[in-house]
T-cell receptor, first 112, second 113 residues
């Protein structure tokens, strides 16, 4: 059974600081997704990583994938309050279409 | 191009009742997946439909069932509701063309009392 673990579960950081969220998974996969969720809202797609060594960046967020280590990271650069949300990674084992197994989520709180 | 829509937004049901949730997939998408997200948890895969056939199922009992219609919209039915069924139910559609992108709807918040 695929297990997807994120750490930390909760992260409080000051504006302007850098930090990394880690996503470890237990079964080989070369497709990994990062989502953002605001309280009471649906999931917003951030990144889709489709191969070993994939790196994607959007604004202050950068995601990478190491399929050999079964590890993905989401790096936050110079955090701002607007990044406060819960972040989920999800691993895809679907053959012809996505069937996602989500991590536990990391609740990020950026303080002034 | 319209996104994924779900109805209703909120729903309150009593234990033992049955509920139907609806999802309209994004235009051109023929695959619909349903997820259950309990409070404070990550979403869990319930099942997926592709061209009106079930195309994979997660670890959910048979009282969770679904349908997909020729226009690719979908329903999730839950019978004999239990208190633990209280959750946000998310529908996601995807094109079956290899992009592997999933587009999530706004969700239906179900409360079972």
């Amino acid at each position: 059974e695929l297990k997807v673990e994120q750490n930390p579960l909760f992260l409080s950081m000051q504006e302007g600081k850098n930090y990394t969220i880690y996503c470890n998974y237990s079964t080989t996969s070369d497709r990994l997704y990062w989502y953002r969720q605001d309280p009471g809202k649906s999931l917003e797609s951030l990144f889709v990583l489709l191969s070993n060594g994939a790196v994607k960046q959007e604004g202050r967020l950068m995601a990478s994938l190491d399929t050999k280590a079964r590890l993905s990271t989401l790096h936050i650069t110079a955090a701002v309050h607007d990044l406060s949300a819960t972040y989920f990674c999800a691993v895809d084992l679907g053959r012809t279409a996505s069937k996602l197994t989500f991590g536990t989520g990391t609740r990020l709180q950026v303080t002034l | 191009e319209t996104g994924v829509t779900q109805s209703p937004t909120h729903l309150i049901k009593t234990r033992g009742q049955q509920v139907t949730l609806r999802c309209s997939s994004q235009s051109g998408h023929n695959t619909v997946s349903w997820y259950q997200q309990a409070l404070g948890q990550g979403p869990q895969f319930i099942f997926q439909y592709y061209r009106e056939e079930e195309n994979g199922r997660g670890n959910f009992p048979p009282r969770f069932s679904g349908l997909q219609f020729p226009n690719y919209s979908s329903e999730l039915n839950v019978n004999a509701l239990e208190l633990d069924d209280s959750a946000l139910y998310l529908c996601a559609s995807s094109p079956q063309t290899g992009s592997y992108e999933q587009y999530f709807g706004p969700g239906t918040r179900l409360t079972v009392t």
